[in-house]
Nanobody, 118 residues
């Protein structure tokens, strides 16, 4: 079972920036693209961005141009640089891999809280 640990969240004002980090207990990019998910209070968890081992990325429309996902295939780490944060970005952020989830070989971490508020 792949364990995932997220960090880097915090409280920032609108327009601020944060860099989230995720470390996995085992090899991840060989088995799945990796992604950042978020869950706001009262809402379903959504996939925000993904990155593949060869660097291909995908973002949902609401974060395009503001968020940048990257991965370190050797260190089994995934990052999310978030700029120009908005109050609607407030959520708990998690990392995981869609294929890992589908195969049932990863566990959700505790996530990291991002709060955007003045």
């Amino acid at each position: 079972q792949v364990q995932l640990v997220e960090s880097g969240g915090g409280l920032v004002p609108p327009g601020g920036s944060l860099r989230l980090s995720c470390v996995a207990s085992g090899s991840i990019f060989s088995r799945s693209a990796m992604g950042w998910y978020r869950q706001a209070p009262g809402k379903q968890r959504e996939l925000v961005a993904t990155v593949t081992a060869d660097g291909n990325t995908h973002y949902i429309d609401s974060v395009k141009g503001r968020f940048t996902i990257s991965g370190d295939t050797e260190k089994n780490r995934v990052y999310l640089q978030m700029n120009n944060l908005k109050p609607e970005d407030t959520a708990v952020y998690y990392c995981n891999g869609p294929a890992l989830i589908a195969a049932g070989v990863s566990s959700w971490g505790q996530g990291t809280q991002v709060t955007v508020s003045s």
